[in-house]
């Protein structure tokens, strides 16, 4: 048992848990319906589904073209979102990840909401539409994810112009999480300001500012809080409603990725996870792979023969709004990040690209169920459950 009040979303109260999106196909249905069924928030990565789906990558070799990718994308979300709620079984919240940055993250907000997804949850960006992209869903969670003070602000101004507050904000730490970070460089990861007691504090006071009731938007911490005592701190002290949580939960047995993934992600020391300049400008972080070594040791080369070409995208033309590759734009990224993601998802630890957040996992390299984690994670229990059960 635990002793942590429950996190209240709507009309669902939770377990103060939040499982991380992570695409390409990292977290899908499977994933994100385990977590639920434990009366916890599953997050479904909207980004690229198709790859889960033999049918659907064989329609995309027909036609090479935007609109066609993000035509059977949507049609894989809508499957994701369908099995993900019927195997959750009624139990806890199944969400759904949106990227700001990539260029279909309207569509893909609307086929969620269409498809019954029970909250968006969106990143990458600030994502000050989202209310107007939602506005026909009233019954859905919004969810924006943010790294400091000043960015919630933004974002609670934008979004009471329009009537709306958001259902909870998702504070995500840029030197602990993993993928796209939420600082400017690499050198900015580890700033003050986003230190998550000093983004609580600052962000009450917003509230105050703005006359809100801070009890009615759950704050959740995001970013090397897998480990019992840091919940533990958060929760009761700080004053967090809930954590969201990503690695841990991708290498559980459900993670919906290869078992290589898994194992990529689970056995990485220290050493190992380096951080480097995304496609989308933006730092991340990963562990390092022949393919990412390669890279980094031709980065400079690739950097300067960077030209704006859009045929060098090969797998999912306009993925993201800005791409180094892409776009030619040779401070930043210069591999295409769709395809790097979708090696890694089918396992193959030469090509792809194993974003990860920095902090040890909780049974190191072992690989259990999504049940043991949610269990050490609120109790410090590591003990594998002899029998399944669904944590209240």
């Not at 033999?54 to 369908?82: G, T």
């Not at 990539?102 to 909250?119: K, N, P, Y």
């Not at 958001?166 to 400017?184: F, M, S, T």
């Not at 006359?211 to 959740?220: A, G, M, Q, V, Y």
């Amino acid at each position: 048992m635990h002793s942590y009040p429950p996190l209240r979303i709507k009309d669902h109260t939770l377990l103060p848990i939040v499982q991380g999106g992570m695409g390409v196909g990292i977290s899908a249905s499977r994933l994100s319906a385990a977590v639920a069924r434990e009366n916890a928030l599953g997050t479904i990565a909207s980004i690229d589904l198709r790859h889960l789906y033999p049918d659907l990558l064989e329609e995309s070799k027909k036609l090479a073209s935007q609109e066609h990718y993000d035509r059977l994308n949507r049609i894989a979300l809508d499957r994701e979102i369908k099995k993900a709620l019927k195997q959750a079984d009624g139990r806890g919240m199944i969400a759904v990840n949106v990227m700001k940055a990539v260029s279909d993250h309207a569509a893909l907000v609307r086929q969620a909401c269409e498809s019954g997804a029970q909250a968006i949850v969106m990143g990458a960006g600030l994502p000050l539409e989202l209310p107007d992209l939602t506005k026909d869903h009233p019954d859905i969670a919004l969810i924006p994810i943010l790294s400091e003070s000043r960015g919630i602000q933004i974002v609670l101004k934008r979004w009471m112009k329009k009537n709306r507050l958001p259902d909870a904000i998702v504070i995500e730490h840029p030197n602990h999480a993993g993928g796209h970070l939420g600082a400017v460089t690499i050198d900015d990861l580890g700033s003050a300001r986003f230190s998550f007691s000093r983004v609580l504090q600052e962000t009450a006071q917003v509230f105050r500012q703005l006359e809100l009731e801070s009890e009615k938007i759950p704050l959740i911490l995001a970013g090397g809080m897998a480990n019992f005592r840091k919940i533990r701190t958060a929760l009761l002290e700080w004053g967090a409603a809930a954590v969201q949580i990503g690695t841990a939960f991708a290498v559980t047995r459900e993670g919906d990725a290869h078992e290589n993934f898994k194992q990529v992600l689970a056995g990485a020391h220290d050493e190992d996870i380096v951080e480097f300049i995304s496609v989308a400008g933006l730092p991340a972080r990963a562990v390092m792979t022949p393919y990412l070594r390669k890279y980094l040791q031709n980065e400079q080369k690739l950097q300067a023969s960077a030209k704006a070409d859009p045929r060098r995208c090969v797998q999912s033309m306009n993925c993201l709004q800005v791409c180094g590759l892409r776009d030619g734009i040779s401070k930043i990224g210069q591999f295409c990040i769709d395809q790097r993601l979708t090696d890694a998802f089918n396992g193959d630890v030469r090509k792809g690209l194993f974003f990860r957040g920095k902090d040890p996992l909780p049974f190191g390299p072992q690989i259990r169920s999504v049940y043991d984690t949610i269990q050490y994670l609120l109790t410090a229990n590591t003990a594998p459950a002899p029998a399944h059960g669904v944590l209240a």
